[in-house]
């Protein structure tokens, strides 16, 4: 199973950029090479939802909402994944969790806060 640590969370205003981490576990290094790996983002009082996602040989997709202004990467060799998130809205702010996928398997990170204000 991947362990997963999400990192670079923070509060920004709203047009500013901040860069989310994920980081699998140095045990994790041989599975986190065929995860697929995504982003998912939880604002209170709403369900989780999908903002974008990379396989493991770099196709990506992302929900409309982002689409044009997160950027979504990763680095088999450091077993890691990145967020790249610029143009900042208040309506991003959330719990921003990152999330591996073998099969019917998914493991996800513990979380990172987002505050965008406006």
């Known amino acids: 199973q991947v362990q997963l640590v999400e990192s670079g969370g923070g509060l920004v205003q709203s047009g500013g950029s901040l860069r989310l981490s994920c980081a699998a576990s140095?045990?994790?290094?041989?599975?986190?090479?065929?995860?697929?790996m995504g982003w998912h983002r939880q604002a209170p009082g709403k369900q989780r939802e999908f903002i974008a996602g990379?396989?493991?040989?770099?196709?990506?997709n992302y929900a409309d909402s982002v689409k044009g202004r997160f950027t979504i990467s990763r680095d088999n060799a450091k077993n890691t994944m990145s967020l790249q998130m610029n143009t900042l809205k208040p309506e991003d702010t959330a719990v921003y969790y990152c999330?591996?996928?073998?099969?019917?398997?998914?493991?996800w990170g513990q979380g990172t806060q987002v505050t965008v204000s406006s």
């Open positions: 999330a591996a996928t073998i099969g019917v398997s998914v493991t």
């Open positions: 140095k045990t994790s290094a041989s599975i986190f090479t065929i995860a697929s």
């Open positions: 990379i396989t493991r040989n770099g196709n990506t």
